[in-house]
């Protein structure tokens, strides 16, 4: 199947600095790509939608300029969660959709944990 | 997108079939049932999804009732790494659109 790479796995960063998160389709183009976030027990909570070049559009309550979304290329997409604070950390996780074979599913990457302290 | 209901959680022994409910009653003529599961810690991964027609693959099978108001995923021989928590998602298949995830099913795989 398709493959999803987020990078880094997991960070831990100093609460007031920025982190950015890379989502990379390793074998197909994705013209979309999602940005979900979930808390410990919780589900998945969809955060935006990245087209690739256009800017994203944000889910209800979810502030743009604190979770900068950048899906410059079919390959890249990138969060940046700036002036990261303590309630920030979570599971980060992204999915791309692409065109061809991978247009239905989603396929999803192995997630980022985001520990601010 | 239609809801769905999913048992919160599940046991099940080692080797055995692993048979995870699904209802979505509300289910309109142009959506897909598709199964993701997630491991602690990981990324959702895809399972299996279907419109009408029971579906297998190497991971699983998905049986549809006629009505499709409802479903169940078949894990056939359950091993310890089966255990994860189990989402059913109605949807269009459409690329556009996000996946809404529920709550899911923990399903555990006992020894």
């Known amino acids: 199947g398709a493959v999803v790479s987020q990078h880094p796995s997991w960070v831990i960063c100093k609460s007031g600095t920025s982190v950015k998160i890379e989502c990379r389709s390793l074998?197909?183009?994705?013209?979309?790509m999602f940005w979900y976030r979930q808390f410990p027990k919780q589900s998945l909570m969809l955060m935006a939608t990245?087209?690739?070049?256009?800017?994203?559009?944000?889910e209800q309550g979810v502030e743009k300029d604190k979770f900068l979304i950048n899906h410059a290329s079919l390959t890249l997409s990138t969060l940046t969660v700036t002036s990261a604070h303590p309630e920030d950390s979570s599971f980060y996780i992204c999915?791309?959709?692409?065109?061809?074979?991978?247009?239905?599913?989603?396929?999803f990457g192995q997630g980022t944990r985001l520990t601010v302290v | 997108d239609a809801k769905t209901t999913q048992p919160t959680s599940m046991d099940c022994a080692e080797g055995r079939a692993a048979n995870l409910p699904c209802n979505h009653s509300?289910?309109?003529?142009?959506?897909?049932v598709y199964w993701y599961r997630q491991i602690h810690s990981q990324g959702p991964q895809y399972i299996i999804h279907?419109?009408?027609n029971n579906e297998t693959n190497e991971m699983a099978s998905l049986i549809i009732t006629e009505d499709r108001k409802s479903s169940t995923l078949i894990l056939p021989h359950a091993t310890l790494r089966d255990t994860a928590v189990y989402y059913c998602?109605?949807?269009?298949?459409?690329?556009?659109?996000?996946?809404?995830f529920g709550p899911g099913t923990r399903l555990s795989v006992l020894p």
């Open positions: 074998d197909f183009q994705a013209t979309t």
């Open positions: 990245s087209n690739e070049g256009s800017k994203a559009t944000y």
């Open positions: 998602i109605v949807r269009v298949r459409n690329y556009g659109q996000n996946f809404v």
């Open positions: 999915s791309a959709r692409g065109i061809g074979r991978e247009n239905t599913e989603a396929f």
């Open positions: 509300t289910i309109s003529g142009n959506e897909y």
């Open positions: 279907g419109l009408k």
